[in-house]
């Protein structure tokens, strides 16, 4: 039975870190391309990070230097780690992964293989 389940969404104040864990299972993550999504009330979807199978990442702008993702391939865990949060980072995050994805593609709008259910991220201001 596939399962993916995103963790450690939560209240944290300005300038506090988070981080999120996505685990999946029923399939392997190995020839998977991973990505991190956020959606803000009110705002479209954004795909903020992939990683590849080889390790290459992409990054949005809006979260370089900040977040960074990371993959656990024994575990079967993808992790999104979260620094310097600001109010505007405020949004349900989800996880997301492509067989065989290429990086050069990412953001991903479409195509993608698999979805977490979200995870609530709130920074107040």
């Known amino acids: 039975q596939v399962q993916v389940v995103e963790s450690g969404g939560g209240l944290v104040q300005p300038g506090g870190s988070l981080r999120l864990s996505c685990q999946v299972s029923g399939f392997t993550l190995d020839y998977y391309l991973v990505a991190w999504f956020r959606q803000a009330p009110g705002k479209e979807r954004e795909g903020i990070l992939c990683m590849g199978r080889g390790g290459g990442t992409y990054s949005a702008d809006s979260v370089k230097g900040r977040f960074t993702i990371s993959r656990d391939n024994a575990k079967n865990t993808v992790y999104l780690q979260m620094n310097s949060l600001k109010p505007e980072d405020t949004a349900v995050y989800y996880c997301?992964?492509?067989?065989?994805?290429?990086?050069?593609?990412?953001?991903?709008?479409?195509?993608?293989?698999?979805w977490g259910k979200g995870t609530l991220v709130t920074v107040p201001s």
């Open positions: 997301a992964g492509k067989w065989d994805g290429d990086v050069a593609g990412c953001p991903y709008d479409y195509g993608m293989d698999y």
